[in-house]
C-alpha cells in the first residue's frame, strides 16, 4: 500500500491556487488504487509569521471544511491537524540534530527573507521550520509527499535527513519522493506570472474561493497580458499560460482545444469567459462549503478521529525513534 501525506497552512483564506495545487488534487488521489492518503492542516507551520489567534482558529475549521467541499472523503482519508499530534513537535526537535544550520541557511525561502530584512530580525521558527516538514512526512511512512515545485527542495532535505539517520541507527525512515501535478503544481499570480499566487501579495493578483462572482470577473478581467493579442500557450507568454492552465483546469479540457476555441478572440473576450466560468464553479462550491461549515460539530468529529488515527502511527513512529537513539 502506498502511503501519500500532504498539508495545506490555515495562514490566509485558500485561494484558487489552493485549490487546484493541491486540495483538487488530494481528492483525485483518493480514486487511486493501492494508495492511502493522510491530509493535515499545517497550523505549526502557520505560526512562522504572525497570526490572529481567532483568525487561525477559524480557518483551520474553514479548511477541513473546504477540503470535503472539493471532494476528500474522510471515510476514505485520513484528516487531521498538525499542533494536535504531538509527535510532530516531539520528532521536529530530534531530527535537529541531524541537520545543519548550513543546510538550513540554504533554504530559498529563509534566504529570500533575509536578503530583504536581514537575518538576525528572522524567527528561529522560519529557519527550522524544513526540519518540522520533514517530520510530517517521516512520522508517517509517507512514500509520496505532493507538493508545487517550489517545495522541492524541502523534500530534498527531508531524504537528507532521513538516509542520516537511517545511516547511524539502521533503517528506520522510508525515503519519500516529490510527486507534481502536470499542469498545476504551481498557479501564478494574476498580476505576475513569475510570482505564485499568494495570499500574501495585492488583493488583485489572487482569486478567494470564497470571493463573489462579481470580483472574480473584475480580478481576470485586469488580469496582466502581453501586447500581441493571441490565445496561446507559450514560454514566452508566461501570463497567458497561467491563465490558459487555471481555463484548463476549471473547464477540465486540454489546453490545445482552448487554444482553438479562442483562436479568434482577443484577451478581453478569453479573459471575460474565463472569469465567468472560474466564477460560476466557485459559486457551487460555495454552496456547499456553507452548508458543511455551518456543522462545527460535524467537523471537530472528523478531526477527532483523523487525529486519532494519525496519532496512532506518529506514537509509533516516535516509540521507535526514542528506543533507537536512547531515550526513555
Not at 479548511?63 to 472523503?73: E, K, Q, S, Y
Request: charged residues 25%; aromatic residues 8%; negative net charge.
Amino acid at each position: 500500500m502506498k502511503r501519500i501525506v500532504s498539508g495545506i497552512k490555515p495562514s490566509g483564506d485558500p485561494t484558487i491556487g489552493n485549490y487546484l495545487g493541491a486540495m483538487k488534487r488530494w481528492a483525485d488521489n483518493q480514486h487511486i488504487e493501492g494508495c492511502e492518503n493522510f491530509f493535515f492542516i499545517a497550523n505549526l507551520h502557520a505560526i512562522t509569521t504572525k497570526q490572529d489567534p481567532s483568525l487561525l482558529k477559524k480557518r483551520t475549521l474553514d479548511i477541513v471544511a473546504w477540503l470535503i467541499t472539493v471532494g476528500v472523503d474522510p471515510n476514505r482519508s485520513v484528516i487531521f491537524v498538525q499542533s494536535m499530534i504531538p509527535a510532530h513537535s516531539e520528532i521536529c526537535w530530534i531530527l535537529n540534530n541531524y541537520v545543519t544550520m548550513g543546510e538550513l541557511g540554504k533554504m530559498t525561502q529563509y534566504k529570500d527573507k533575509s536578503l530583504k530584512s536581514g537575518k538576525e530580525g528572522q524567527l528561529a521558527g522560519l529557519f527550522d521550520y524544513p526540519v518540522l516538514m520533514a517530520g510530517d512526512v517521516l512520522l508517517y511512512d509517507a512514500d509520496e509527499i505532493p507538493v508545487g515545485f517550489d517545495q522541492v527542495q524541502h523534500v530534498e532535505l527531508c531524504r537528507t535527513i532521513a538516509q542520516r539517520f537511517n545511516n547511524q541507527h539502521g533503517d528506520t525512515f522510508k525515503i519519500p519522493k516529490a510527486t507534481f501535478s502536470k499542469t498545476s503544481a504551481k498557479i501564478m499570480s494574476l498580476n505576475n506570472a513569475t510570482e505564485k499566487m499568494s495570499k500574501s501579495d495585492v488583493k488583485d493578483s489572487y482569486v478567494l474561493l470564497e470571493d463573489s462572482a462579481d470580483d472574480i470577473l473584475k480580478k481576470f478581467k485586469k488580469a496582466v497580458t502581453d501586447s500581441d493579442n493571441k490565445v496561446a500557450f507559450a514560454n514566452d507568454k508566461p501570463e497567458l499560460s497561467n491563465l490558459l492552465t487555471i481555463y484548463s483546469e476549471f473547464s477540465g479540457k486540454p489546453v490545445s482545444e482552448i487554444e482553438s476555441e479562442h483562436k479568434d478572440s482577443g484577451y478581453g473576450k478569453f479573459k471575460t469567459e474565463l472569469g465567468e466560468l472560474v466564477a460560476e464553479k466557485l459559486t457551487a462550491l460555495q454552496n456547499t462549503y456553507s452548508d458543511i461549515r455551518s456543522n462545527e460539530e460535524r467537523l471537530m468529529n472528523i478531526i477527532t478521529e483523523g487525529n486519532s488515527n494519525a496519532a496512532v502511527i506518529a506514537n509509533e513512529k516516535i516509540s521507535v525513534l526514542k528506543d533507537k537513539i536512547g531515550l526513555l
